[in-house]
């Protein structure tokens, strides 16, 4: 199994960027296919943004499309979140996602989750 450690959250002000890093271990890295989603208060979990093992398939939602980039490195075991022109209800827990056999924006398909960073977005 991999597991999955994020970082990178903080406190920004809107409109800066950050970029989130989820770290993996165990499992080769590249058998997993990488989701990002997030959490605010009172809300279900929201899809963020996917990747394929090999980064040939990109997913975004729909409130950061233009905002949000997500890419990986495989031969670190990382996988990013850059986050740009944040917005004060972008605030919420990044947490990231691994899938061997499914890539895509179904978050009940991702069966290995990280713990969660947590994002949060000031005037």
């Known amino acids: 199994q991999v597991q999955l450690v994020e970082s990178g959250g903080g406190l920004v002000q809107a409109g800066g960027s950050l970029r989130l890093s989820c770290s993996g271990s165990g499992r080769k890295f590249s058998d997993y296919s990488i989701a990002w989603a997030r959490q605010a208060p009172g809300k279900e979990r929201e899809f963020v943004a996917a990747?394929?093992?090999?980064?040939?398939?990109?997913y975004y939602g729909d409130s950061v499309k233009g905002r949000a980039t997500i890419s990986r490195d495989n031969a670190q075991n990382t996988a990013y979140l850059q986050l740009n022109k944040l917005k004060l209800e972008d605030t919420a827990v990044y947490s990231c996602?691994?899938?061997?056999?499914?890539?895509?924006?179904?978050?009940?398909?991702?069966?290995?989750w990280g713990q969660g960073t947590q994002v949060t977005v000031s005037s």
């Open positions: 996602a691994a899938a061997q056999y499914y890539s895509g924006r179904s978050l009940g398909e991702y069966d290995h």
């Open positions: 990747i394929s093992w090999k980064s040939s398939n990109i």
